[in-house]
Nanobody, 117 residues
Framework: QVQLVESGGGLVQAGGSLRLSCAAS????????MGWYRQAPGKERELVAS???????NYADSVKGRFTISRDYTKNTVYLQMNSLKPEDTANYYC???????????WGKGTLVTVSS
């Protein structure tokens, strides 16, 4: 069973930084794409940043220049470095992986990020 477990959320002041981690139960090569999404109260879930294995990285316009997605294949972990945080970044952040073999999307349970003004 594929599992994705997020960590690293918390309370931070505006202008601060956090690094989120998403640990996969297996290899990152089990996925053809991975990404971070977020959902604020009363809003739809939205893409924050994603990459395809071996190439293309994509960011939401609202986080370009502030957030960076990265991965460590030796630790089977995907990261989201978030700098210059704003109150509007407050949300539950979710990790998603798209399975290589079964084409299914796998989601973690999320980690809460709260940015105070």
């Amino acid at each position: 069973q594929v599992q994705l477990v997020e960590s690293g959320g918390g309370l931070v002041q505006a202008g601060g930084s956090l690094r989120l981690s998403c640990a996969a139960s297996g290899s990152l090569f089990d996925f053809n794409a991975m990404g971070w999404y977020r959902q604020a109260p009363g809003k739809e879930r939205e893409l924050v940043a994603s990459f395809r294995i071996g190439g293309f990285t994509n960011y939401a316009d609202s986080v370009k220049g502030r957030f960076t997605i990265s991965r460590d294949y030796t630790k089977n972990t995907v990261y989201l470095q978030m700098n210059s945080l704003k109150p509007e970044d407050t949300a539950n952040y979710y990790c998603k992986g798209s399975g290589n073999l079964d084409g299914m999307d796998y989601w973690g349970k999320g980690t809460l990020v709260t940015v105070s003004s």
